[in-house]
């Protein structure tokens, strides 16, 4: 099969940028003929959460949980190798070891600029499916869209890594009235910008993202109101807790794939306090003391609606209507704002849309969910020679650390390679 490549991957963010550097240092390290293989983006780079990259925000992972340094330390991919080669290393040094996204997000951009390997930018991937010759699925059609001009393009691969990241969450009640002035968390800076001066505002959300945006917002619009809608007590904290937090480790990852079906559930509740609908003490601090000095000086800009949900929403072009309601008491209530950020995170789709076509040679759950070895490979019919990986979106599969958290990139990273890598090496079925 000339021109098939070994690897395509969909998706070059964190996922895809890690993968890739797992590739190539191994292609460093034993030498000959790489690895052939591609790399999809629907962006125009790999620039990491580039709307929410806000003055003040750091990161919640530590640095050295990078695309390579928990799998090879002496890999040219690490946050200190771009550190040595940005020339910051001894002046990072002094700081205690806290990254801010803006250096953060820098450091992704650098990685994927280290990739030798061909990456196609604009590219959107709309489907995967399957080339059949003689009865068996020899390799993977992977189709993407330009998202400039809207032309397809198509790409062979004996392996596929869907590594396109997690889906923009809208609850129904938002959806229809998505635009302008209600808008995803995910849009913020741009959609901002384009309102200009706000006088009154809404942040719908508890999490992390949420309590960035209202301290945001706060600094750089003095003079409106903000109001913050949250259906609980108010802002909690993540679970911080050392031992807790090992549920990042990968040993933990090998724990949790090996529980059944409703154990796994359990164990993924009792993991998400450390990860969802919660911010960390910086944020928490920061917040109290905003509106306690809005109480103390009298300003009354900072509106904190406790367990309090959205019930409607009415817009007139100028402004937008939200009705809401005690979640306890029933208490009816109105908010009226110029714009609404939607904090409400992203979803994990059980079958990634991209799959319609493989679906005949996929083996699912009783959910409809792809069966997904612990190396992340969906199981497949024995007429079926492809490997699809679903790298980053197997979450209620492999447990928290192996969903958006940098935590276990690189090791996730590792495992896709080594298996990807045991498949190449295999002969190919007559």
């Known amino acids: 099969m000339s021109g098939v490549q070994d690897l395509v991957v969909a998706g070059f963010g964190p996922s895809g940028i890690a993968l890739a550097a797992a590739v190539e240092d191994h292609d460093d390290a034993v030498g000959g003929a790489p690895l052939a293989a591609r ?21 919640q ?57 061909p990456v196609d930018y604009h590219r959107e991937v709309v489907a995967v499916k399957p080339v059949v010759v003689e009865g068996r699925v020899r390799s993977a059609r992977v189709v993407s869209r330009d998202t400039r001009d809207g032309s397809l393009h198509t790409v062979e691969g004996r392996n596929v890594a869907l590594a396109t990241g997690h889906e923009a969450y809208v609850p129904d009640t938002f959806r229809p009235y998505l635009g302008e002035r209600v808008f995803h968390a995910s849009r913020l800076l741009p959609s901002l910008a384009a309102l200009g001066p706000l006088r009154r505002v809404a942040v719908i959300g508890a999490g992390q993202t949420a309590g960035e945006i209202v301290l945001h917002l706060a600094a750089q619009h003095p003079d409106a109101e903000i109001h913050s809608v949250v259906r609980h007590a108010g802002f909690r904290m993540y679970e911080l807790g050392h031992f807790s937090n090992e549920v990042y480790f990968p040993d933990e990852t090998d724990y949790f794939y ?30 109290y003391q905003a509106v306690y000095q809005d109480g103390f000086t009298g300003r009354q800009r900072m509106h904190m609606h406790k367990r ?9 072009g100028e402004r937008v209507l939200l009705e809401t309601e005690e979640v306890f008491t029933g208490e009816r209530g109105r908010i009226e704002v ?41 199981e497949t019919t024995d007429d079926c020679e492809v490997g699809i990986y679903l790298d980053g979106l197997t ?36």
């Open 258 to 287: 090996g529980l059944e079906g409703e154990q796994r559930e359990r164990a993924l509740g009792q993991a998400r306090a450390t990860n969802y609908a919660a911010v960390d003490p910086d944020v928490s601090t920061a917040l």
């Open 338 to 378: 110029d714009a609404v950020v939607v904090c409400t995170g992203y979803r994990e789709a059980a079958m990634p849309s991209q799959l319609a076509a493989f679906t005949p040679y996929l083996r699912l759950d009783d959910h409809g969910r792809p069966e997904v070895t612990r190396a992340y490979r969906a």
């Open 395 to 430: 979450e209620w599969r492999h447990g928290i650390g192996s969903a958006t958290s940098f935590s276990q990139m690189a090791a996730k990273a590792d495992t896709i390679h080594r298996d990807l890598r045991s498949r190449l090496r295999q002969p190919v079925a007559v």
């Open 308 to 316: 309090t949900e959205i019930t409607g929403l009415d817009a007139d």
């Open 61 to 117: 992972h530590h640095f050295l949980r990078d695309f390579a340094t928990p799998r090879d330390a002496r890999s040219r991919f690490t946050f200190p190798h771009y550190l040595r080669q940005s020339g910051r290393f001894y002046p990072f040094t002094l700081m205690g070891g806290y990254v801010s996204r803006l250096e953060w997000s820098d450091y992704v951009q650098w990685a994927a600029r280290q990739v030798r390997g």
């Open 39 to 59: 790399y999809l983006e629907k962006a125009a780079d790999s620039a990491w959460q580039p709307n929410l990259v806000l003055p003040g925000t750091d990161i």
